[in-house]
């Protein structure tokens, strides 16, 4: 009997320690002052500025590597922790934190100039020569545009911008103007099984 009820007072006092330890741990997580890294703020507690576009190439002006840097302001009242590791509450004129952006990789080489050269002095190797391809530029030259095959084959090309500038970068396009994104498929890319019949 005596055991039993030794038992039974053990068993007690185990679960309202159990309680109590879950009740502390839940208040010192409710209570935590758990201060976020300024990045890590969710869509609506900050704002980013808009980039400063250059004229000629119609591009962020800090484009590098495709990407560009703009920098974004945390709401009023925001606190969050800088990239130097120091809380900061904000009033919404701080930056604090850069976002990086997609941009496209230009270096002087206009769509509309390639198109023209290639429409209109294409049986020369005008295009060729435009886009760095100095070889083939010459090659056009000597056989007159591969008798106009090559003329009418670089055109299709040159305009649905399959061949762009030699150094890899993309063609200088307008705002208005018709851009091609790529897509391509690597080993991540999710595919949909096809059903057997």
Same mark, same amino acid.
């Given at each position: ?14 679960? +309202? ?10 208040? &010192?997580?409710?209570?935590? =002052? ?20 250059? =004229? ?12 560009? +840097?703009?920098? %974004? ?7 969050? &922790? ?21 941009? &496209? ?17 294409? +049986? ?17 030259? %000597?056989?007159?545009?591969? %008798? ?5 084959? =670089? ?18 396009? =307008? ?23």
């Amino acid at each position: 009997m005596a055991a039993s009820r030794s038992l039974v007072v053990c068993l007690r006092s185990g679960m +309202w320690s159990l309680a109590l330890y879950s009740l502390l741990s839940h208040l &010192r997580l409710a209570l935590a =002052d758990d201060v976020l890294s300024c990045s890590n703020l969710t869509l609506g507690q900050y704002l980013c500025k808009d980039p400063k576009i250059d =004229d000629v190439t119609q591009e962020p002006e800090n484009c590098s590597q495709m990407r560009a +840097w703009v920098e %974004c302001l945390p709401a009023p009242n925001i606190t969050c &922790r800088l990239s130097n590791g120091t809380e900061f509450l904000f009033s919404g004129d701080e930056v604090g934190f850069s976002k990086p952006i997609p941009c &496209r990789n230009v270096s002087g080489y206009s769509y509309k100039v390639a198109v023209a050269l290639s429409l209109f002095l294409g +049986w020369l190797g005008a295009d060729r020569f435009y886009l760095g391809y100095p070889a083939l530029g010459l090659l056009k030259f %000597c056989t007159v545009g591969f %008798c106009g095959i090559g003329t009418l084959i =670089d055109f299709i090309l040159i305009a649905m911008q399959i061949v762009g500038p030699a150094d890899g970068s993309d063609y200088i396009v =307008d705002y208005y103007g018709a851009r091609l994104t790529r897509l391509s498929i690597t080993n991540q890319t999710y595919r949909k099984p096809h059903l057997s019949l």
